[in-house]
């Protein structure tokens, strides 16, 4: 399966606390995109990052790419209640030109 | 920015009714869109690619005579779920693209919930 990974599956933090989810695929890519979801919503894009590139930032997010490890992160600081929702990550590569998603990580964000 | 306008949010039909679901992109014309499903705690799963004008493209193990998939225009495609079943109740999310994704990446729409009776 070229269906990535994200760890962990679920996260619970405090807010103001940083949250960080990691990806791992195992095919290369041309770029690798973020995504996050409301529980039964659409998705809402977050970051593209290029295979190269190193590191990307928007907002209080950062994303992070090594593709010699085939991973990525994504790190939201200073978290906030309105942050929960799941992570998802997701490569290019489909054979319809489509994106492939791993599981996602549901993040919980207490107040 | 490009949006993708997806109804109906939610829908409860019968089984062995029909269901149409319809994504329109609003501000962009979409030659192809995906169309996904995704079920309880789970990722997106590629169900068809559509292309305007064309016939759609069905991932393996996704009965076409089943989903059928419309793309009659560059800002119109829809997903008719035909005699449902209640294991067809899932989440279907569609996502329209010009070929490649810009720093934007892809536009999804907003879901629609389906959940046969």
């Known amino acids: 399966s070229q269906q990535g990974e994200e760890d962990p599956q679920a996260l619970s933090i405090q807010e103001g606390e940083n949250a960080t989810m990691n990806c791992s695929y195992k095919t290369s890519i041309n770029n690798l995109q973020w995504y996050r979801q409301n529980s039964g919503r659409g998705l809402v894009h977050l970051i593209l990052i290029r295979s190269n590139e190193r590191e990307k930032h928007s907002g209080r997010l950062r994303v992070t790419l090594d593709t010699s490890k085939k991973s990525s992160s994504l790190l939201i600081t200073a978290s906030r209640a309105a942050d929960t929702a799941s992570y998802f990550c997701?490569?290019?590569?489909?054979?319809?030109?489509?994106?492939?998603f791993g599981k996602g990580t549901k993040l919980s964000v207490k107040p | 920015g490009a949006v993708v306008s997806q109804h109906p949010s939610r829908v409860i039909c019968k089984s062995g009714t029909s269901v149409k679901i319809e994504c329109r992109s609003l501000?962009?014309?979409?030659?192809?869109m995906f169309w996904y499903r995704q079920f309880p705690k789970k990722s997106l799963m590629l169900m068809a690619t559509?292309?305007?004008?064309?016939?759609?493209?069905?991932e393996q193990g996704v009965e076409k005579d089943k989903f059928l998939i419309n793309h009659a225009s560059l800002t119109l495609s829809t997903l008719t779920v035909t005699s449902a079943h209640p294991e067809d109740s899932s989440f279907y999310i569609c996502s329209g693209g010009t070929g490649a994704p810009s720093n934007y990446g892809y536009t999804f729409g907003s879901g629609t919930r389906l959940t046969v009776v």
């Open positions: 559509s292309n305007e004008g064309s016939k759609a493209t069905y």
């Open positions: 501000d962009f014309q979409a030659t192809t």
């Open positions: 997701s490569k290019d590569g489909g054979s319809q030109g489509n994106l492939i």
